[in-house]
Every structure is written in C-alpha cells, then in structure tokens.
C-alpha cells in the first residue's frame, strides 16, 4: 500500500479531528471578533455621541476639560482632574488628538450625580476642612468615595471615609454594604464585631448583604458570646458560690454546697 493511500477508517478519524479543532478555532475566533466589534461599536457610539446640556454648576468659562456623562457635561479645570490618576492618563491621550486650542473632551460611565457631588467636594472640599465641620451630607461624600475609588484618588477617598466616619452615623448594614463596594477592611471588621456583640437578632437584610460564610462565622460567635454572657450572670446571681465552669458545665461539688444551704435556708424559714 502507497503513502499515499489512507484506510477509510483513518480518513473519518482525521477528517472529524480536523474539523473539531478547525470548529473550536472558528468559536474562539467568532468570539473574539465580537467582542472587538462590541468595543469598537461602544467607541464609536462615545465619539458621535449626542452633547449634553451643559450642567448649571460647572460651567467655568476658563475651564481647559469637558467631562462629558450620559446627560450631562460639566466644564471643569484640568488640575482638579489631573488629581484623579485615571483622569490624568485619559487626558494625556486627548491632548495627543487635540488640538492646542480647544477644550479636552473626556467621557465618563459614571453617573452625573455622583460626578457633581464629587466636583462639590473637590471645589468647596479645602474650605470645609479649614471651618473643621462637614459641609458633606452621606450622599455626596458616598458619590467622592465611589468616584476617588474608580477613578484613583487617594486623598479623596480617605477624607470621604474619614469625613463618613467622623460626622454621619451609618448602620451597620450600610458600612458593610459600603465595605464590599469599595474595599473598606476597617469598617467591614467594626460592623462584624458590632454583630457579634449586639443582643439582636440578625435581620434578614443583614443576612443577605453578608453571604454565607461570614453569617456563619458571625452567628458562631454570638452563640460564644450569648453562653458567656449567661455564665457570667448566673455566677453573678449566686455571689461566691459561682456553679458554672467557663463551658458552661455545671460545677458539681460548688452546686451540691449551694444547694445545701439553700435547703438549710429554708428549713429555717419554715421553722
């Protein structure tokens, strides 16, 4: 038999292995195109995108950046944004295709409140720290946080911590929620101890916005908490006499004497 000559078996074999991998290339191919096609379709729709009305409080006529949102466009200076390092890289790129002249024009994801209530913050934040009281509700300091956290500002985002902390009483639920959104550790460990310690339940909200594991781990820990707490007044209520071990197990010869004068104490009482 040739080289060349190949059993109708092997030919099946080779055929439907070729056109298996063949299949798996043309997916991840197709896949791929897709996706760039998406992107390239996303850009297009940012760069002939509709302008937006001017929002009335940022409209700073020697402004050098144009920070366009979904509805709104706020005219801003380039060294407020420059302060934010994802900001300042995007201006570097449109300058480059710019021209001298003319406004920077940069689009953002981010919702137009959370955009204005972090521009408050940035144009009238130095004068609040200097009076030293927050001019800040929740709302906007959460927007500053949300913003400095997605657009990398550091400095902004611990004064919106600092400032949640120091002048707003947030729940526990809403320190935790706030901890998974933007990586928070420190109020993620306070809020969980609070549980811990608190006489309580756990709501159903509270549940869900910790999941499984740390619900499991929290409930763990009351359960500690709530026996020692009970083990602490019941050997409060008898004095000296303490009758519970810190397991909880009862103390059997201290629960015998105790009993003993228990008895001895009524038998003189009813005598």
Not at 18 to 31: A, F, W
Not at 189 to 211: N, T
């Amino acid at each position: 038999m040739s080289s060349s000559t190949r059993s109708p078996r092997s030919s099946q074999i080779s055929t439907a292995s070729g056109y298996s991998i063949l299949s798996g290339v043309s997916d991840v191919q197709s896949m791929i195109s897709s996706r760039r096609s998406q992107r390239s379709s996303t850009h297009n729709s940012v760069a002939s995108q509709t302008r937006p009305p001017t929002h009335p409080e940022f409209t700073y006529t020697d402004a050098q950046i144009e920070l366009w949102t979904s509805d709104s466009l706020f005219m801003v200076h380039e060294f407020q944004m420059n302060k934010f390092s994802v900001l300042a890289e995007r201006i570097q790129e449109a300058r480059q295709q710019t021209s001298a002249s003319s406004r920077l024009k940069i689009v953002s994801s981010q919702k137009s409140r959370d955009i204005r209530n972090t521009l408050l913050v940035l144009y009238t934040g130095v004068a609040a720290r200097r009076r030293g009281t927050s001019l800040f509700n929740a709302d906007i300091l959460t927007s500053a946080l949300r913003i400095a956290s997605r657009y990398k500002y550091p400095d902004l985002r611990q004064y919106a911590i600092d400032e949640l902390e120091r002048g707003h009483s947030l729940s526990i639920i809403a320190r935790i929620k706030l901890s998974n959104r933007f990586s928070i550790p420190e109020w993620e460990i306070s809020a969980c101890a609070e549980l811990c310690r608190r006489p309580e339940p756990i709501s159903a909200e509270e549940a869900d916005v910790l999941g499984m594991r740390r619900l499991v781990d929290i409930s763990r820990i009351r359960e500690e908490e709530q026996s020692r707490r009970t083990i602490q007044l019941v050997n409060e209520a008898v004095g000296t006499h303490q009758l519970l071990n810190p397991d909880g197990t009862v103390i059997r010869e201290r629960f015998s004497d105790t009993a003993g004068e228990c008895g001895a104490i009524f038998a003189r009482a009813s005598a």
